[in-house]
């Protein structure tokens, strides 16, 4: 496999393999701020976390994605993260189904986990791109995206039936490798402020 499990390490978070050691934590973090509640998005409730974790790990089993949970400096899980849609030909990949315990959104955790993510990315792992993708009305995961300094590529109309049966038009966002200079250095910057 190209993209291998690896804990990743920062000042305020650290992602390392996720496995079902990491299940309480998340059904805690799950039901801050209730956020299966959120039809544009897929958050489990707290009661399906370890049926999602094991989902992910037979994705990660088949070479398609690499979960990780986010823990917090005291080393508490606050939510995961995936690279998926491995592509180890092209050396490509998403980073998504990211998702945080509301308690801790906008603390500056998503700045450093997408910092470490993308630095592993680039420098260690050559990646040529990476994606980003969410529901297009999904504005808060947009400016987020946006703020790391992706770019819009466009959306992917009628893309994915959603839990709820409505049709989503994906906002398809990348770095390349190109870029990865100047937003690694916009990243770093974000974390001093």
């Not at 992602?15 to 039901?31: C, I, K, N, R, Y």
């Not at 897929?42 to 690499?66: F, T, Y």
């Not at 994915?160 to 690694?184: C, F, K, L």
């Amino acid at each position: 496999m190209w993209a291998k499990p690896v804990t990743l390490s920062g000042q305020q978070v650290t992602l390392e393999p996720l496995s079902q050691s990491h299940a309480g934590d998340l059904a805690e973090a799950s039901a801050d701020g209730d956020l299966s509640s959120l039809w544009y998005t897929m958050i489990p409730a707290p009661a399906e976390v370890p049926a999602e974790i094991d989902r992910r790990l037979a994705l990660q089993e088949a070479g398609s994605m690499v979960p990780f949970a986010i823990l917090d400096a005291a080393g508490r899980a606050v939510g995961m993260t995936t690279y998926m849609n491995i592509d180890h030909i092209n050396q490509r990949l998403e980073i998504g189904s990211t998702w945080y315990r509301k308690s801790v959104q906008r603390s500056g955790l998503n700045t450093e986990c997408k910092l470490l993510m993308l630095r592993h990315a680039f420098e260690d792992l050559d990646a040529i791109s990476v994606e980003f993708r969410t529901h297009v009305i999904n504005h808060q995961s947009r400016r987020a995206i946006e703020r790391l300094g992706a770019r819009l590529d466009g959306i992917l109309r009628a893309h994915m039936r959603m839990a709820n049966g409505t049709i989503r038009d994906t906002a398809v966002y990348s770095i390349i490798a190109a870029e990865w200079p100047t937003v690694r250095a916009h990243l770093q910057h974000l974390m001093t402020r």
